[in-house]
């Protein structure tokens, strides 16, 4: 989809599946099986409709639907997530922020009110909250999202370095930045060996 | 390696496969395969020894030393991963900030003078910068990532929505916090069919 989105900016009508495995780092066999999973989209010999393609993936990704998002834990991450222009760009509506600091419940920040963390459920509710993103201390965010599943959310983007347990039905991504740079620490090591 | 340090927070002296793979949401055959990579550690029908396998693993991740970090793109994403506790606690350092914005470009923060983003190359080696982060914009993020790499950077964390095409010897970890949402949707769509 990132991809088909900067062939549109770059005013390409079509594109074909070596043009796309080039911008997506792919081979061009890969990208035609994995478009096969959503039907005969491509012209053999010609490429994929730029825009068909664009509007048919982002339908089966669910984007032409709003998605509500509450952040629970406002701190520097929490915050700046908040403000992260790319999530709106992509349909990804900010509308609730938690938080148990007595200095920040209450505030409000570009018109959203920063909750308690207490209140929990009834924000969730309240705001028909879809995808609750985690950036709250270790401690306390297994235990959040827990009361966020229990409740409706089944969407769940993880920042704490903690795996979270919960029901098969509730989808958790994970970002753990600092694993991501001990990664890149190995392969420093690695190489230097 | 976290999960050994959550242990060794809870004051275990020794643990087993099974512990493990609870903590790390795998299955402890996995355990026990991936930790023979590393040699001989355990003790059949006892465990690993808490410490001596922290230390094994964090030696083998190359977290003895003490990794610099530069930043470019110093926007929100940028300062809040600056300012990212989680990083210096695993032995990251941020040493180094770039950005081209003339209001940012000489101030100060916590210590570190905002360079410009055309110094690149300068600052890279005068702070002996090994990982590079970017939260540069889309349309500049290729270029400065080539600019590092050409001088000795060899890690590079993106999190720029783009893909970087770099030679073979620099590692890339790509965070896209976009896509994560989109997965995430994806699955919202997918259960309410």
């Given at each position: 989809l990132r991809c088909l989105i900067q062939a549109q900016a770059l005013g390409m009508a079509v594109i074909n599946s070596v043009g796309i495995a080039e911008m997506a780092g792919t081979n061009a066999p890969q990208v035609r099986k994995d478009l096969s999973y959503l039907g005969e989209l491509g012209t053999r010999g010609v490429g994929y409709d730029v825009d068909a393609l664009t509007a048919h993936i982002s339908e089966r990704l669910g984007m032409g639907t709003e998605r509500r998002i509450a952040i629970a834990g406002f701190g520097r991450m929490g915050s700046a997530l908040f403000s992260y222009g790319g999530f709106a760009q992509h349909?990804?509506?900010?509308?609730a922020i938690l938080d148990s600091d007595p200095e920040k419940v209450g505030t409000t920040v570009d018109g959203v009110t920063v909750r308690h963390i207490d209140e929990l459920e009834d924000v969730l509710s309240e705001e028909n909250v879809e995808i609750l993103v985690l950036t709250t201390p270790v401690e306390v965010t297994r235990e959040i999202a827990k009361r966020a599943a229990a409740v409706h959310v089944k969407a769940i983007l993880n920042f704490a370095p903690v795996r979270l347990d919960l029901p098969a039905d509730v989808a958790v991504r994970q970002v753990d930045l600092s694993t991501e740079l001990q990664v890149l620490s190995f392969h420093l090591v690695h190489r230097a060996r």
């Open positions: 349909g990804f509506l900010a509308v």
